[in-house]
């Protein structure tokens, strides 16, 4: 860690000076303007006039990648924030598999369009802006999506519809959507600080927090399209299971549902005292899925791994719920509460 000390300028204005290096590579010169912002734990950010700007545009070469390398490599342009983003060839037309790759982006991406096309060159623009949406709002959307397809899932079983689990599927899409644009938002107020409070935050602390909490909402969005796999390909897309157990099922289903949203809400809130109550709900659910099990009349070996691989999706939803409790515990935990007085 480099120091600087600080001088005084004069009766009531004390200074420090800019490293060179920093000032260079930023563009700062003298008479420039920067920005100073009050961080928590007396923390003092100085911002050039750059960080006010988005990372406006990058260039894909697409000479050397295959249709799937080039797809992540728009991706990952997008995550990391970019409002325009070219794919080009050096030498000659794009194939078609690089268009073809384009579009298919462009399809899973919130606000990403192509605004211009030639034989060598594809440009595709974001049109998301940052305050256009708050973290906290982008989680609660992700958990209610995949509760949503959850349900339509558990439904599917006890109604023998194949429709509600391909209905649950269809949400898949919607799901990854939502989580690539948090990460996006997570990457550029990491990168810029100023847009923190554009997202919804006082600080850039609880960045990698939700990035977690973000990844553990799409995990269980992909075991609510696990469940919906399992109907679809069990013969007849019905999974041979009785009455009762279904019963127990879906009341399962329901408990891992009021688990994920009060972890969720436990993150939004910073309330440590609803962490707590996830751990005691999660605790009287810890072994459902064992006790459904052991009550299972004789079945086909078949059919007893279908209603397995169903209960063992739900279990690892509430897990994936716990993590969040846990990462919702730090955060309410760094702040100043009747349980807690930092000095």
Request: net charge negative; glycine share 4%.
């Amino acid at each position: 860690m480099e120091t600087r000390k600080v001088q005084r300028l004069g009766p009531s204005t004390l200074a420090m000076t800019l490293p060179a290096e920093w000032a260079r590579d930023h563009g700062v010169n003298k008479g420039d303007e920067v920005s100073i912002r009050l961080g928590g734990k007396g923390t003092l950010t100085v911002l050039p006039k750059s960080a006010h700007t988005e990372e406006s545009e990058a260039i894909i070469h697409a000479d050397n990648l295959d249709a799937g390398a080039l797809e992540r490599a728009i991706v990952a342009q997008y995550v990391l924030g970019r409002r325009v983003i070219h794919v080009q060839k050096l030498e000659g037309a794009l194939e078609s598999e690089h268009i073809n790759a384009v579009y298919r982006a462009e399809t899973q991406l919130m606000g990403l369009g192509v605004i211009e096309e030639t034989p060598e060159d594809i440009a595709i623009r974001c049109s998301v802006d940052p305050e256009d949406f708050t973290l906290d709002n982008l989680l609660e959307r992700l958990e209610n999506t995949g509760s949503t397809m959850r349900g339509e899932a558990v439904k599917a079983i006890a109604h023998n519809n194949p429709d509600l689990a391909q209905r649950a599927l269809n949400r898949e899409r919607q799901a990854n959507k939502i989580f690539v644009l948090l990460l996006r938002l997570i990457f550029t107020a990491y990168q810029n600080p100023n847009l923190c409070r554009a997202v919804g935050l006082e600080s850039s602390f609880p960045l990698i927090g939700y990035r977690s909490v973000a990844k553990n909402l799409e995990l269980t969005a992909d075991n609510a399209e696990d469940i919906a796999d399992i109907v679809l390909e069990a013969d007849g897309h019905a999974l041979n299971v009785d009455d009762a157990t279904v019963r127990r099922i879906r009341e399962f289903t329901d408990k891992v549902d009021e688990l994920t949203t009060l972890a969720v809400r436990s993150v939004v809130e910073r309330d440590y005292d609803l962490t707590i109550d996830c751990r005691h709900l999660f605790h009287e659910i810890s072994n459902r899925e064992k006790e459904i099990l052991d009550d299972l009349p004789e079945m086909d070996n078949k059919d007893l791994l279908q209603i397995r691989e169903v209960l063992v999706s739900l279990q690892q939803t509430a897990q994936y719920a716990m993590r969040n409790a846990e990462i919702a515990a730090n955060l309410a935990l760094n702040e100043e509460s009747e349980h807690v007085e930092i000095q």
